[in-house]
T-cell receptor
Framework: NAGVTQTPKFQVLKTGQSMTLQCAQD?????MSWYRQDPGMGLRLIHY???????DQGEVPNGYNVSRSTTEDFPLRLLSAAPSQTSVYFC?????????FGQGTRLTVV | DAKTTQPPSMDCAEGRAANLPCNHS???????VYWYRQIHSQGPQYIIH???NNETNEMASLIITEDRKSSTLILPHATLRDTAVYYC??????????????FGKGTKLTVNP
């Protein structure tokens, strides 16, 4: 089992560019989430999904889109990158009490 | 979800027990206490959770007070690899997963040789 796999690990974008952060899990979990973590802060929820075709907003959804066409994949799209979106992004999948996190994508927007 | 309060930092000697406190005085009857940790900017890692009884697994023990207003995570024999930020989270469990975790700033535990 690979668990939760995030790609890419690092990315630099110019302001206004768009991109998709990929997240895949091989544990057949229904529940998946995206978080961002800024320096010295805890993680904040961006979007989440409780199953294929079902997504909802978290605490900080503005500037991000998600879709969930399969159980395995939960991509996060940045529509028009802004410097305020410079952060580390974590994807998680969960079953019952335990959430499994990927290793993160470190994004810098210049 | 109930708010939690944790000390910003703690130190512990290697081989000794690390006791990490968490206050959650507004916890409601159906909310569980969860603990996660994050080692050096890696993705958070689940440790343990409980409702009102003390819990133990291979990683740690969780002691919840009788009134459930506070809890303590115990790492019985801390090692240098336990140096991490520890998050205490209180929430009502979802039907099938933990999709909406609310992370505070946690406690930075430093285990010293």
């Amino acid at each position: 089992n690979a668990g939760v796999t995030q790609t890419p690990k690092f990315q630099v974008l110019k302001t206004g560019q768009s991109m998709t952060l990929q997240c895949a899990q091989d544990m057949n979990h229904e529940y998946m989430s995206w978080y961002r973590q800024d320096p010295g802060m805890g993680l904040r929820l961006i979007h989440y999904s409780v199953g294929a075709g079902i997504t909802d907003q978290g605490e900080v959804p503005n500037g991000y889109n998600v879709s969930r066409s399969t159980t395995e994949d939960f991509p996060l799209r940045l529509l028009s990158a802004a410097p305020s979106q410079t952060s580390v992004y974590f994807c998680a999948s969960s079953y019952a009490a335990e959430a499994f996190f990927g290793q993160g994508t470190r994004l810098t927007v210049v | 979800d109930a708010k939690t309060t944790q000390p910003p930092s703690m130190d512990c000697a290697e081989g000794r027990a690390a006791n990490l406190p968490c206050n959650h005085s507004t916890i409601s009857g159906n909310e569980y206490v969860y603990w996660y940790r994050q080692i050096h900017s890696q993705g958070p890692q689940y440790i343990i959770h409980g409702l009102k009884n003390n819990e133990t697994n291979e990683m740690a023990s969780l002691i919840i007070t009788e009134d459930r207003k506070s809890s303590t995570l115990i790492l019985p024999h801390a090692t240098l690899r336990d140096t991490a930020v520890y998050y205490c989270i209180v929430r009502v469990p979802s039907k099938g997963g933990s999709e909406k975790l609310v992370f505070g700033k946690g406690t930075k535990l430093t285990v010293n040789p």
